[in-house]
């Protein structure tokens, strides 16, 4: 049985990335469309829940996506296991961690009320 | 014609080095193979593979101007400048242009290239419709040189575990055969991140193989296989 | 019988080999995504800095703007063109979408030039 497998991780990097194609079409849509928001229009769109929703989801996306490609340069390149895999524990620790300042960022915007 | 060529002795134990020669075409020379053949006849010690001289036995795969093709094969006419010739790359020298395919030949034989069907034969063929038989073509006439695997970045980062394109294209050769009953087993060999899943679809391979075949194709397909037997 | 710690030389010097289009838009591809990644925790950073406070928005779009700051912009609307643009190549290349030879050297080509272009616009229109 192997750590890492092959067809899922390529199915979630092959789906992930369509959902952030999806995503970004809409961003560049809204963006091209309305006028640069102010600070407390932009504070008061993102505390509503559908909002912190579909940013979280971009994000585990974006994050997921990102640890799988990271992890193909890192089996390419490091050779050495050791070496190898303190690099990948890293990455995968690093990414982790910015799934949850993105979740203590989200929750700070909907505390504070909207 | 000018000619640098990579050398290397074991014997000597000295590092590689590139030699420059010099020949005076000749009336007979068409392909890159005469030429490295009467070179040799000047130069005994220049060692390289050869055999059918017309492309399909594999041997003389090397790389020419920096691209992998074969020699025999390689018109001289299309050939700019001072011909560089070096070794496939990431292949182990045992002298000069020749190259260790042990490592590539494992591969192979790892993806089990040989019908697996433990039905009773039947009095004649195992029968294939024409369309069923199409589904074999550029797949069945590799020659396993080995010029997509040496041009494969993927392969030279890994060439222990990534089974590199020609292997995987014999791999798919077996799973497109309708005869062939071990699919799922031999999907299940090729799902592994090292295995098939190194390829990232640079087509490296696609690009210098000398019959024209799509080890790159092949792989997608194989993908897709996957994919479908999973859901 | 040779000896067997007889060590073999490979031949692997890149800048003597003659890569294809392909290949340089896949390294491209992998360059892109590489600096994508390096920027996100400043990413996540500016997100959360700019919901603090109304301070911290204007810091955040006046240091967008100052020459540092631009050139690094310039850089990730690069990286995310490109990255994109061959992304997506991949994804129809999956489905038997452009996979044939030919086809796939003009779509490298499309992806490496379209990825300046669009680096262009997008940074010219994050820039106003």
Redesign the interface.
């Known amino acids: 049985m192997s750590l890492f497998g092959g067809l899922r991780p390529w199915v979630i990097q092959r789906l992930s990335a369509l959902f952030m194609l999806a995503c970004l079409v809409v961003l560049a849509v809204f963006l091209a469309i309305g006028e640069p928001m102010s600070f407390a229009a932009w504070r008061a769109w993102m505390s509503r829940p559908i909002a912190m929703v579909a940013v979280l989801l971009f994000f585990t996306a974006l994050f997921s996506h990102a640890w799988i490609g990271l992890r193909d340069v890192l089996l390419d390149y490091v050779h050495p296991l050791p070496l190898r895999a303190l690099l990948l524990a890293a990455v995968a620790l690093g990414l982790l961690s910015l799934e949850g300042w993105v979740v203590v960022i989200l929750a700070g915007v909907h505390g504070a009320g909207s | 014609m000018r000619f640098s060529i990579y050398r290397y002795d074991p014997d000597r134990g000295a590092k590689p080095w590139m030699q420059d020669y010099e020949l005076e075409s000749e009336h007979g020379d068409r392909m890159l193979l005469d030429a490295l053949v009467r070179l040799k006849a000047s130069d005994d010690s220049l060692s390289f593979r050869r055999s059918c001289r017309e492309g399909v036995c594999g041997s003389d795969a090397m790389n020419i101007n920096g691209r992998n093709g074969l020699a025999c094969i390689t018109p001289l006419a299309g050939l700019k400048g001072t011909v560089v010739l070096r070794p496939l790359p990431g292949f182990p020298v045992i002298r000069d242009l020749i190259v260790d395919m042990e490592q590539f030949f494992a591969h192979y034989h790892s993806a089990k290239p040989y019908l697996i069907n433990d039905q009773p034969p039947p009095a004649r063929e195992r029968l294939q419709s024409p369309e069923q038989r199409a589904e074999l073509d550029g797949l069945w006439e590799c020659i396993m040189c080995g010029c997509c695997s040496g041009f494969c970045p993927s392969y030279w980062w890994n060439p222990d575990k990534f089974l590199g394109p020609a292997a995987l294209l014999q791999g798919y050769r077996f799973i497109a055969d309708s005869r062939d009953t071990a699919t799922a087993e031999r999907l299940e060999f090729l799902d592994d991140v090292y295995r098939l899943y190194r390829c990232r679809s640079i087509m490296n391979c696609t690009e210098v193989c000398p019959k024209g075949l799509s080890p790159s194709r092949a792989i997608e397909k194989i993908r897709l296989k996957l994919l479908k037997h999973s859901l | 019988m040779?000896p067997p710690d007889?060590h073999?030389?490979?031949?692997?010097k890149l800048l003597?080999?003659?890569?294809?289009i392909?290949?340089i838009a896949?390294i491209g591809h992998?360059i892109s995504?590489?600096l994508?990644?390096v920027a996100?925790?400043f990413l996540?950073a500016a997100?959360?800095r700019?919901?603090n406070?109304?301070q911290a928005?204007?810091q955040a779009l006046a240091a967008m703007r100052s020459p540092p700051g631009l050139l690094g912009l310039l850089l990730l609307c690069w990286a995310l063109a490109q990255h994109?643009l061959a992304?997506?190549r991949?994804?129809l290349?999956?489905?038997?979408i452009g996979?044939?030879?030919p086809t796939?050297r003009k779509t490298a080509w499309i992806v490496l030039a379209g990825g300046l272009v669009a680096a262009a616009i997008l940074f010219a229109?994050l820039r106003s």
């Open positions: 040779r007889t073999r030389p490979v031949f692997l003597k080999i003659r890569f294809p392909g290949a896949s992998r995504g590489v994508l990644a996100l925790p996540v997100f959360g700019s919901l406070s109304e928005y204007r994109l992304g997506t991949h994804l290349m999956d489905v038997d996979s044939s030879l796939a229109s």
